[in-house]
């Protein structure tokens, strides 16, 4: 029974590096998402999606692209990295929009 | 727009005290979710409880119980009888159409 596997767990970039996260469910949820976590400012939402070939931008987008083409996966991409995206990154899925997350383990992401 | 402040950014506790973590949240919607989430040292996030706006019984689930006030526009959450297991950071979050916007979070430590 995986859930939500989000990989990898640790990732240090220079700056200017690209790279992608993945995020996989085998829930068969709709609903995907990113978050990421900074100190004192909770999870805030990056990109969502409620579907396959579905996505929309959340509170802070700026610099991530994702793309939903499988109901199963859903990578964030850092087109060019920045020390303002060190941050610790969850994804999460729920069956349904507005019911419970279930969130993979973090990647704890350092741009130098 | 929506915003949820959790006022309180670390409480301290011995073992067995009762806790309450304040929510307080902003919305102009009807219709709207809250929820809660349990985030240990280990990382993880754990949901532990989901509210709609058109549902302000109160709940009690063993040591825990939350207060939904909707004239007041807050979503309480007690533990009693703390123990170190409880030791983590909690989030109250609110989710509207397709977004989730969570608060920043209140650290919760409870000493042997």
């Known amino acids: 029974n995986a859930g939500v596997t989000q990989t990898p767990k640790f990732q240090v970039l220079k700056t200017g590096q690209s790279m992608t996260l993945q995020c996989a469910q085998d829930?068969?949820?709709?609903?995907m998402s990113w978050y990421r976590q900074d100190p004192g400012m909770g999870l805030r939402l990056i990109h969502y999606?409620?579907?396959?070939?579905?996505?929309d931008q959340g509170e802070v987008p700026n610099g991530y692209n994702v793309s939903r083409s499988t109901t199963e996966d859903f990578p964030l991409r850092l087109l060019s990295a920045a020390p303002s995206q060190t941050s610790v990154y969850f994804c999460?899925?729920?069956?349904?929009?507005?019911?419970?997350?279930?969130f993979g383990s973090g990647t704890q992401l350092s741009v130098l | 727009a929506q915003k949820v402040t959790q006022a309180q950014t670390e409480i301290s506790v011995v073992e067995k005290e009762d806790v309450t973590l304040d929510c307080v949240y902003e919305?102009?919607?009807?219709?709207?979710?809250l929820f809660w989430y349990k985030q240990p040292p280990s990382g993880e996030l754990v949901f532990l409880i989901r509210?709609?706006?058109?549902?302000?019984q109160n709940e009690i689930s063993g040591r825990y119980s939350w207060n939904f006030q909707k004239s007041t526009s807050s979503f309480n959450f007690t533990i009693t009888a703390s123990q170190v297991v409880d030791s983590a950071v909690y989030f109250c979050?609110?989710?509207?159409?397709?977004?989730?916007?969570f608060g920043a979070g209140t650290t919760v430590t409870v000493r042997a």
């Open positions: 999460a899925s729920s069956y349904r929009l507005n019911e419970k997350l279930f």
């Open positions: 829930m068969n949820h709709e609903y």
């Open positions: 999606s409620v579907g396959a070939g579905i996505t």
């Open positions: 919305t102009r919607d009807t219709t709207y979710y």
């Open positions: 509210r709609n706006s058109f549902d302000e």
């Open positions: 979050a609110l989710s509207r159409d397709y977004k989730l916007s």
